[in-house]
Nanobody, 119 residues
Framework: VQLQASGGGWVQPGGSLRLSCTAS????????MGWYRQAPGAQREMVAE???????DYADAVRGRFTISRDLDKNSVTLEMNSLKPEDTAIYYC??????????????WGRGTLVTVSS
């Protein structure tokens, strides 16, 4: 399974960005799609995730500002980021929790995309 992420870049505080990620390859079943981020000098942390098509979870730091959505048919996930703050600056990683026909669970990661929020 390969993950291709797009979006990210630079934005001023208060601005918006959209991240997208599409899974491809030998996909049997994807249970969860989501985004983590890692700021300089910090540990990687969960930002948002979606299970199935509608069950979502968010980090407290982004709840109310970020929205995650998933297209089941396209195996894609989108993160809409609004009211961005400098502390949102990080490398954002897409990930999926994939299940094989024998119910083997594997987590796959994208390569990461940089989001910079500054004036």
């Amino acid at each position: 399974v390969q993950l291709q992420a797009s979006g990210g870049g630079w934005v001023q505080p208060g601005g918006s960005l959209r991240l997208s990620c599409t899974a491809s390859g030998n996909i049997f079943s994807i249970g969860l799609m989501g985004w983590y981020r890692q700021a300089p000098g910090a540990q990687r942390e969960m930002v948002a995730e979606v299970v199935g098509g509608a069950s979502t979870d968010y980090a407290d730091a982004v709840r109310g500002r970020f929205t995650i959505s998933r297209d089941l048919d396209k195996n894609s996930v989108t993160l809409e980021m609004n009211s961005l703050k400098p502390e949102d600056t990080a490398i954002y990683y897409c990930y999926v929790r994939h299940y094989s026909a024998t119910f083997t669970e594997t987590k796959y990661w994208g390569r990461g995309t940089l989001v910079t929020v500054s004036s």
